[in-house]
């Protein structure tokens, strides 16, 4: 009885193929495995992260909610109120201030904590050398106790058991802090910590109207509380109190959003990573289904429908990409998780050790459809293989193009990988932004390998050896566009990267020494400010010493909206996260750059206006006449925007992004911040006259700061240029794949060279050169490309001033064109030992 | 000539041109062929290299479409017909002989016999396979995959592929090509039995001129054209 062909017999044929092994998907499997381990690792890696946040979140947050004030502390009523409706209340108090040592030869900037008797209310803290946390900061000796960070006693040169100085108080360290269960490691610390009672606080002197001192109230509920209900409750009864309320999973909102970003870039490299190796597979089939075409054309012969040759393939690559994409799920699970396990105790989290079947599925789903997208344009050629190519002695290479069904199906697979692409980014800028980013490098490498094939083509140089490496670049079936796509590709993220990294780091080393001052002075009391400015003036080296009023306020309202329910651009939601610096002044600064609108007169009185940082005024959306209404130390003010400045931050230069009209602050408790230049002599003296002569005021060392923040960078840089990195290996290996389907090809030009009386010496310096000229052609292309894209990013997304680094680039460069060498070499070596005669037999 | 389909006609060809472009322009292949082969005649298609034998084959299996003319199978014109169609058609009607054996190397020979049975879908494509293997004397090298087979084996399993789905017409396309003269000889006297004890319908196109004496028909091509067409004894083995 006959029946129709069905799903069963191509699966039966398929699984028959299989059977030859894997040889011909080595680059394929590799290719998408690659692809789905980096993007798996970077997912998998965030997930445990982000789950060892979440898991944290209470130790983290040190309670069940957490209230926050600036300047002040919770009143009578309010501190009541909390302890009513709490199982227990816990305040601590978080400031910056200067430490010293007893001899006052040593000073440093510490984040100063002063913690209650109930302190930690979640978790423990450990001490070296341990004490229970009643002993921990009972006086001693006639001292109140502090617990430190270790560095702080290599800064100042003291051991356990010796004194520091805080403000107007000496403290006697107990022990050295080895873990603080509510402490997330900070992107940048501006100092160690130094845990003090806060009963002792008050002794420092420290605690000043207008200084930055933020009071935090923690409570843990009673059993079964809701929270979103108590935190209903606590904004009905306390409307006015102007307190940052977080629950506790909002704890650690800087090192969510710090993972969220660097997943978010380390993500898109990922997705590079399948790129390249989307064009690995899409050659590998097509490679493969070259070497089937013998096979397709007597399955036509045979009475095989088309339809039926494509299902037989395609069933081949639905096996191969669920075996490589499970070899990349595992890999990209087991060596982040070696990785996390070996270095957990560095992190600001324990992170949970799980599946994250969400990070897994959105691999396998970037895996599966690159694979099936790249393999469409093969399989569609595949289905065209004329039977009758069976009767002529070389079956040629597949040159036609597939049907436009199958050209609807790549379209619909690149929009379905788009689309997740957009779908599993959390900043749909970011995704538009590396979508056309792709797009136009994708289109600018293809264009550059078309042109250098055609320009190729015109060359006829007379030197025989030449004319065939000219040959190899344009001849058809070449791998030449192959090539330059993919490590083009590869190398071009690499070089943009080192290109970003460099100009970052520039910015860092050169650029900001020159520009930035050398200190910030903050927390300067009003009656401080005549003597400060004397002792700074008076020392010599110092310059352009300016000085601010400043007060703390937040903005709550746009345009009489409230900002939880205006949309701002990602990049402007640091302004309206917290409270911010704010200033009041008449007369314009020097060096101001007004954009739009007017400053006011110097002797302005009137209704509140404001000169906003034109940056922001483009995030929130507003422009001259709109109004922004702040939330001053409990006082609403509402300002209209009289001005927008253009702002450079990156110099690291002494602004304000909210500046206000005079008078605006008048009455409110308010201390100086100010900046000044210094020669590197004059610095230390610097910092000694101005922390000896007022203990209330602290000193940001810039220099300092500045290595910290390299620091942080050469940390991330080396993971961000491990996960390029894997871009070029899916390129190296593609080109692998592309020079071993050529072997055979080299192999007859080496039998005929060698019949012709061509030495071996001579034969590998025509390999020497085809690979030469196929590696420099590809590194011009990437060195190009990439360039373009580290300048489009630099400019446009970082807002950076751009300067073209091409020394590492081309050092880069130059790696990979010896790599490519040295690997097409490699392929090669046993062709030049060969025997001509068994292979000229055997043709 | 001319050869008009008759209900005896099991293929005919009337007026069939083949031309394929190439850079230097049209190339005429088969300049008008009328051909009709009547069921159980045992047809050899002999003429130099270029004159179009292979060609005039491929054109009769429905592998290459005649660019002007006519080409049915008992009364089937190929006209119109899908890739598909054609397909079915031809797994269902023609079984080819390929010099080059053109086994699938990642098949067993059992499998290899099979698979046009398995395309017709038949349900016992196994086992008409194995009758078909033991028919050409390979009853011993079923799994063997045609890497482990000796080129005139090969042929044998070629020639039970063919044969398995039990075709009304086997086109061959030299046959013996690339078989030692021996060896040669042993794949014709089993072609030649074949035809014998089912009556299946032959085409060879061949060089060697001792082959197409023992055909029934002879056909020589030249240029395009068939040049002459004559029954001819069946020569003694």
Redesign the interface.
Known sequence: MAAAPSLSLAWRIASRELRGGLAGFRVFMLCLALGVAAITAVGWTSGAVVGGLAADARRLLGGDMEMRLVHRTATADEQAYLAANSARLSETVRLRAMASSRDNTARTLIELKAVDDVYPMIGQMQLDPPLEREDMLVARDGLPSAVVDANLLDKLGITQGGTIRIGQTQFRIAAVITSEPDRVTNIINYGPRVMIAKDDLESTGLVQPGSLIRYYYRVLFTPGTDPTVWRDNLAAALPDAGWRVRAANEAAPGVRRFIERLTLFMSFVGYTVLLVGGVGITRAINAYLESKSRTIATLKCLGAPAGLIVQVYLLQVFVLSIAAIGLGLVVGIVLPALSLYGIADQLPVRPIFAWHLEALGIAAAFGFMTSVTAALWPLGRAREVPARDLFRAQAAPLSVSPRRIYLLWIGLGLALLTGLVFLSASDKWFALWFVLGALVTVSLLRLAGSILIRLSRRLHPKNAIARLVIANIHRPGAATSGVILSLGLGLAVLVAVVQIEGNITRQIDERLPKEAPAYFFIDIQPGQVADFDRIVTGIDGTSDLRREPVVRGRIVEINGTDVSEVEIKPESQWAVRGDRALTSTGAMKPDTQIVAGEWWPADYSGPALISLDDGLAKGFGVGIGDTLTLNILGRRITAEIASLREIDWQTLRFDFALVLSPGVLEGAPHTHIAAVRASEAAEAPLEKAVTDAFDNVSAIHVREALAAARDLMAGISIAIRAVAGLTVLAGAIVLAGALAAGQERRRFDAVVFKVLGATRKRIAATFVLEYGALGILTALCALGVGTLAAWAVSTFLMHMDWTWLPGEAILTLAIALLATILLGLAGSWRILGMKTAPFLRND | MNAPHTPDTLIALEGAELTLPSDAGPVEILRGIDLAVRPGEILGIVGPSGSGK?SL??IM?G??RATRGRVSLQGTSYEGLS??AL??L???NIG?V?Q?F??????TAL?NVA??L??????DAFDRARASLDEVGLSHRHTHYPGQLSGGEQQRVALA?ALGPSPKLILA?EPTGNLDGETGEKIMALMFDIHERKGTTLILVTHEERLAARCNRRVVMADGNIVTDTAAPMAAD
């Open positions: 292979t084959l491929m299996a592998l290459e890739e598909d397909a079915k031809r797994g269902e080819i390929f080059d053109h086994l699938i190397p990642n098949m499998e698979l046009p398995e395309l017709a879908g038949h349900e592929r396309d």
